[in-house]
Protein backbone atom coordinates (compact mmCIF):
# COMPACT_ATOMS: atom_id res chain seq x y z
CA UNK A 1 0.00 0.00 0.00
CA UNK A 2 1.24 3.03 -0.89
CA UNK A 3 -0.04 6.37 1.57
CA UNK A 4 0.53 8.27 -1.66
CA UNK A 5 0.11 6.98 -5.22
CA UNK A 6 3.80 7.33 -6.08
CA UNK A 7 2.48 8.23 -10.17
CA UNK A 8 1.26 10.95 -8.85
CA UNK A 9 -2.07 11.40 -7.21
CA UNK A 10 -1.63 12.74 -4.01
CA UNK A 11 -5.45 12.37 -2.53
CA UNK A 12 -5.54 8.43 -2.72
CA UNK A 13 -4.28 5.66 -1.33
CA UNK A 14 -3.36 2.81 -3.42
CA UNK A 15 -3.30 -0.59 -2.11
CA UNK A 16 -2.92 -3.92 -4.49
CA UNK A 17 -3.24 -7.31 -3.56
CA UNK A 18 -2.87 -10.52 -4.57
CA UNK A 19 -4.00 -14.32 -3.04
CA UNK A 20 -1.08 -16.18 -1.72
CA UNK A 21 2.31 -15.15 -0.57
CA UNK A 22 3.42 -11.39 -1.26
CA UNK A 23 6.39 -12.21 -3.01
CA UNK A 24 4.90 -12.71 -6.37
CA UNK A 25 3.94 -9.31 -6.18
CA UNK A 26 7.19 -7.67 -6.26
CA UNK A 27 7.53 -9.28 -9.77
CA UNK A 28 4.25 -8.00 -11.26
CA UNK A 29 3.20 -11.57 -12.02
CA UNK A 30 0.60 -12.21 -11.29
CA UNK A 31 -1.54 -9.03 -11.59
CA UNK A 32 -2.53 -7.66 -8.24
CA UNK A 33 -5.85 -6.43 -8.00
CA UNK A 34 -5.65 -2.91 -6.84
CA UNK A 35 -7.86 -0.32 -4.78
CA UNK A 36 -7.94 3.62 -4.53
CA UNK A 37 -9.32 5.08 -1.59
CA UNK A 38 -9.79 8.79 -1.09
CA UNK A 39 -7.65 10.13 1.33
CA UNK A 40 -10.32 12.98 2.47
CA UNK A 41 -13.56 10.42 2.88
CA UNK A 42 -11.86 6.99 2.88
CA UNK A 43 -14.08 5.75 0.13
CA UNK A 44 -13.57 3.82 -2.57
CA UNK A 45 -12.78 5.88 -5.34
CA UNK A 46 -12.07 2.98 -7.74
CA UNK A 47 -11.42 -0.73 -7.46
CA UNK A 48 -9.54 -2.82 -10.73
CA UNK A 49 -9.98 -6.43 -10.07
CA UNK A 50 -7.67 -8.96 -12.06
CA UNK A 51 -8.29 -12.67 -13.04
CA UNK A 52 -5.49 -14.66 -10.68
CA UNK A 53 -4.64 -18.35 -12.18
CA UNK A 54 -2.15 -19.51 -8.95
CA UNK A 55 -1.20 -18.30 -5.88
CA UNK A 56 2.31 -18.87 -4.03
CA UNK A 57 2.19 -20.74 -0.99
CA UNK A 58 4.11 -22.44 1.57
CA UNK A 59 5.68 -25.65 0.71
CA UNK A 60 4.21 -27.18 3.80
CA UNK A 61 6.84 -28.56 6.71
CA UNK A 62 9.19 -28.11 3.66
CA UNK A 63 11.11 -24.93 3.60
CA UNK A 64 10.56 -22.59 0.15
CA UNK A 65 6.83 -22.04 -1.40
CA UNK A 66 5.34 -23.93 -4.25
CA UNK A 67 2.87 -22.38 -6.97
CA UNK A 68 -0.95 -24.06 -6.67
CA UNK A 69 -3.59 -23.72 -9.29
CA UNK A 70 -6.22 -21.69 -7.87
CA UNK A 71 -10.02 -22.82 -8.99
CA UNK A 72 -11.56 -21.66 -11.61
CA UNK A 73 -14.75 -20.67 -9.71
CA UNK A 74 -12.11 -18.36 -7.26
CA UNK A 75 -9.66 -17.24 -10.10
CA UNK A 76 -11.93 -14.37 -10.75
CA UNK A 77 -12.98 -13.34 -6.79
CA UNK A 78 -11.90 -9.67 -5.34
CA UNK A 79 -8.72 -10.25 -2.92
CA UNK A 80 -9.96 -7.75 -0.84
CA UNK A 81 -13.23 -6.83 0.80
CA UNK A 82 -14.20 -2.91 0.29
CA UNK A 83 -14.21 -2.62 4.37
CA UNK A 84 -10.87 -4.40 4.46
CA UNK A 85 -9.40 -1.73 1.82
CA UNK A 86 -10.89 1.05 4.00
CA UNK A 87 -9.57 -0.60 7.45
CA UNK A 88 -5.89 -0.92 5.36
CA UNK A 89 -6.08 2.66 4.16
CA UNK A 90 -6.93 3.98 7.65
CA UNK A 91 -4.25 2.15 8.99
CA UNK A 92 -1.64 3.56 6.30
CA UNK A 93 -3.00 7.06 7.52
CA UNK A 94 -1.89 6.55 11.27
CA UNK A 95 1.41 5.33 10.07
CA UNK A 96 2.08 8.58 8.02
CA UNK A 97 0.90 10.32 10.29
CA UNK A 98 3.49 8.84 12.75
CA UNK A 99 6.42 9.13 10.92
CA UNK A 100 5.71 12.51 8.95
CA UNK A 101 5.63 11.30 5.38
CA UNK A 102 4.08 9.12 2.89
CA UNK A 103 4.51 5.30 3.64
CA UNK A 104 4.84 2.31 1.55
CA UNK A 105 3.32 -0.16 3.76
CA UNK A 106 3.62 -3.89 3.45
CA UNK A 107 0.65 -6.18 4.66
CA UNK A 108 -0.90 -9.59 4.90
CA UNK A 109 -4.12 -11.00 5.88
CA UNK A 110 -4.00 -13.69 8.09
CA UNK A 111 -7.62 -15.63 8.61
CA UNK A 112 -9.91 -12.03 9.11
CA UNK A 113 -6.70 -10.35 10.72
CA UNK A 114 -4.92 -7.60 9.13
CA UNK A 115 -1.06 -7.68 9.70
CA UNK A 116 1.06 -4.88 9.16
CA UNK A 117 4.40 -5.92 8.26
CA UNK A 118 6.96 -3.44 7.25
CA UNK A 119 6.23 0.40 6.70
CA UNK A 120 8.83 2.67 4.96
CA UNK A 121 8.98 5.98 3.03
CA UNK A 122 7.83 5.85 -0.09
CA UNK A 123 10.49 6.37 -2.20
CA UNK A 124 9.35 7.35 -5.43
CA UNK A 125 6.47 9.76 -6.17
CA UNK A 126 6.13 12.65 -8.21
CA UNK A 127 5.58 15.06 -5.36
CA UNK A 128 8.06 16.38 -3.36
CA UNK A 129 8.13 15.90 -0.08
CA UNK A 130 10.69 17.03 2.94
CA UNK A 131 13.88 14.72 3.28
CA UNK A 132 13.76 11.62 5.75
CA UNK A 133 16.35 13.51 7.63
CA UNK A 134 14.70 16.71 8.23
CA UNK A 135 14.22 17.52 11.57
CA UNK A 136 15.90 14.43 12.98
CA UNK A 137 18.97 14.68 15.58
CA UNK A 138 22.25 12.48 15.58
CA UNK A 139 21.73 9.88 18.57
CA UNK A 140 24.58 7.71 20.06
CA UNK A 141 24.13 4.24 20.01
CA UNK A 142 22.69 2.28 23.26
CA UNK A 143 24.39 -1.07 22.36
CA UNK A 144 26.54 -2.36 19.34
CA UNK A 145 27.92 -5.82 18.67
CA UNK A 146 26.85 -8.89 16.41
CA UNK A 147 23.95 -10.75 15.46
CA UNK A 148 23.45 -14.47 17.71
CA UNK A 149 22.65 -16.29 14.76
CA UNK A 150 23.98 -16.05 10.77
CA UNK A 151 20.53 -17.83 9.89
CA UNK A 152 19.83 -21.38 8.89
CA UNK A 153 20.27 -22.55 5.44
CA UNK A 154 17.86 -25.09 3.59
CA UNK A 155 20.64 -27.84 4.15
CA UNK A 156 20.09 -28.38 7.65
CA UNK A 157 16.62 -29.07 7.24
CA UNK A 158 18.07 -32.25 5.84
Known amino acids: MFTVDPAGNSDEILTEAILGLGEPLVSG ?3 P ?3 S ?3 QDLKIVCRGLVTQPW ?3 RNGNRSGSREI ?3 KSRQNMQKLSDKQAIALAEMGLRLENHYGRPQDVEWAVVGDRLNILQSRPITTTQ ?3 ASPNEGLE ?3 AL ?3 VSASPGIGPEQFG
Do not use: E, F, K, Q
Request: no cysteine; proline share 12%.
Open 33 to 35: DAY
Open 127 to 129: TPY
Open 143 to 145: VSG
Open 138 to 140: TLN
Open 29 to 31: NPL
Open 69 to 71: LIP
Open 55 to 57: LLT
Open 37 to 39: VSR
